[in-house]
């Protein structure tokens, strides 16, 4: 499908392609996207970025190598000139919250770029949200954040559930159980120094905001979060049991997936040429991760909360932890991230007025690196933006908002799905 015409010199940059995630997007583009795209890989070092360019150079020698840009995160007047020159931006300089990510989606909201980043930092997008969705809809610039590992694969998972329900039964949906069924992956530096300093940079009143039940939705949920009741036996232990998807345990992904679902179910309920998908009035969203037994799963509960507890009040800890862990920037070898696999399940409940003994379950996985899963969605979201006439104002969105278009194109890709009815 041929690419949109535009006035841009490039029809897509990849800025951070130095880094762990983004040399992974440049070979990705390089494989897998027509040899005609104008695209160039960008970042603070010319030499580092000649070296990416050489290497793709090997994995396709018959197709023109990507442009160099050089650029500063930190320098807004250089990030500007970058904005203005490309269709889409590819944004994988992290963390995010740290490094001056500011800088580029100010740049692109403000010069009608389409964006994308594999951050997982929800308080911080939260944050850009409120500063520029403004200046995204004036410019009509596309922003998508969390398009990676977080937030992605749970999003859209949730928004092909409720599919299911709309077109089979034609029904909205009441309720969806999402579990990571299997995670087999190793933490590049960048992920851990993420993880390390979003305290530092986000204060805990920020946090306490945007972490509020449907704060990232741009309309109020009615009525509250009206949520499913937890026994006290959850809460402490951690581990409960979920019918098609058996034992489950808290999930360290959940706090940056559920504000993207929440916003998802805001965006579907308003946008003009979404609102046949809205998931529905009632909706409620959990996220778990599967327990291999019962004590793997107390284990499993237990470390998310005494971390996160060490995360957010115990600076010494973080200052401590930053010695250890591997820098930003590097990450596990090829042979490691080879080994690496995921896989997702999901079950969705009808929203109808009688008792039905139907639900719409979804199984998702990939086999690979997870940081070239990253870079596979947000390379294929650049692409669903060049290629299809997505009926999108200008404003930041989420995964789910490309629609069927980006599931097909991540299938091709290595992101596998599959949905169907089943009985409860």
């Known amino acids: 499908m041929p690419f949109k015409e535009h006035n841009r010199q490039y029809d897509l940059v990849v800025f951070g392609a130095t880094g762990h995630t983004g040399r992974m997007a440049a070979e990705y583009i390089t494989i897998h996207f027509p040899v005609n795209v104008k695209w160039a890989v960008a970042g603070r070092s010319e030499s580092k970025l000649q070296a ?66 594999a951050t997982g930092e929800s308080p911080w997008v939260y944050k850009m949200m409120k500063k520029y969705g403004k200046a995204a809809k004036e410019s009509g610039a596309i922003l998508i954040p969390q398009m990676a590992l977080e937030s992605a694969p749970a999003d859209l998972c949730t928004w092909a559930l409720a599919s299911v329900l709309r077109k089979q039964m034609d029904a909205k949906t009441k309720d969806v159980v999402i579990s990571i069924h299997n995670m087999r992956t190793v933490p590049s530096g960048g992920t851990l120094s993420t993880v390390l300093n979003l305290h530092e940079c986000v204060t805990p009143s920020e946090f306490a905001e945007a972490e509020k039940p449907f704060a990232h939705s741009p309309v109020p949920y ?7 009741k937890i ?158 006439d997505l009926e999108l104002d200008g404003g930041f969105y989420t995964p789910c908002c490309l629609g069927q278009g ?11 799905m599959e949905t169907r009815l089943q009985d409860k």
């Open 231 to 388: 026994s006290i036996w959850q809460k402490i232990f951690g581990v409960h049991h979920v019918p098609n998807l058996g034992t489950l345990t808290s999930a360290f992904t959940y706090d940056a997936d559920r504000p993207v679902i929440e916003r998802s179910w805001g965006l579907l309920s308003e946008i003009p040429s979404r609102k046949d998908e809205f998931y529905g009035p009632n909706f409620h969203w959990e996220e778990y991760h599967r327990a291999r037994n019962w004590l793997y799963g107390v284990a499993i509960h237990w470390i998310i909360v005494v971390c996160g507890f060490l995360l957010s009040f115990g600076a010494s800890f973080r200052v401590l932890a930053e010695k250890v862990v591997p820098a930003p920037g590097t990450g596990p070898s090829r042979e490691e991230m080879d080994k690496d696999e995921a896989e997702w399940r999901g079950i969705a409940n009808p929203d109808t007025e009688l008792p039905s003994n139907k639900q719409a379950f979804c199984r998702a996985w990939y086999y690979g690196s997870m940081y070239m899963m990253s870079a596979l969605f947000c390379c294929e979201g650049a692409r669903t933006v060049l290629e299809d």
């Open 406 to 416: 980006l599931i097909d194109r991540a299938h091709d890709g290595g992101f596998k």
């Open 222 to 228: 009615p009525g509250g979060d009206r949520g499913h």
């Open 52 to 117: 990416i360019v050489e290497d793709c150079k090997k994995l396709h020698s018959d197709r023109s190598p990507p442009a160099i840009e050089t650029a500063n995160i930190k320098s807004q007047e250089e990030i500007d000139a970058l904005a203005k020159k490309t269709f889409v931006m590819i944004q994988l300089v992290g963390p995010y919250s740290l490094h001056s990510g500011e800088h580029v989606v100010k740049a692109c909201a403000e010069a009608g770029t389409h964006y994308f980043d």
